[in-house]
């Protein structure tokens, strides 16, 4: 079956960074477009970044572009987020999830979702 397993979240300070990778099985990674999302407590998900599946179009949330990164790496099987001038208000839950839409910021069009890895960052 399909997984999709992250990684890397953790405490860091305001101004820090970090690197979220998610390992994906059971499907043709190369086949799918790739985001991340994130859930704050007490708030909805919300879309992060998008990747299409060959790497060569990305797309931000106003809130994060110009300090996130996401790429990939068809061999590995694997998306990253870059995340860099880190905020507290980054703090949330972050997932990744694999959509057979070529482009999409919307939670509906992605099949497949990851359990989450918490990020946490300190003022």
């Known amino acids: 079956q399909v997984q999709l397993v992250e990684s890397g979240g953790g405490l860091v300070q305001a101004g820090g960074s970090l690197r979220l990778s998610c390992a994906a099985s059971g499907l043709t990674f190369s086949s799918y477009t790739m985001g991340w999302f994130r859930q704050a407590p007490g708030k909805e998900r919300e879309f992060v970044a998008t990747i299409n599946w060959s790497g060569g179009n990305t797309y931000y949330a106003d809130s994060v572009k110009g300090r996130f990164t996401i790429s990939r790496d068809n061999a590995k099987n694997r998306v990253y987020l870059q995340m860099n001038s880190l905020k507290p208000e980054d703090t949330a839950v972050y997932y990744c999830?694999?959509?057979?839409?070529?482009?999409?910021?919307?939670?509906?069009?992605?099949?497949?979702w990851g359990q989450g890895t918490q990020v946490t960052v300190s003022s």
């Open positions: 999830a694999a959509s057979g839409s070529y482009r999409s910021t919307l939670i509906s069009e992605y099949n497949y």
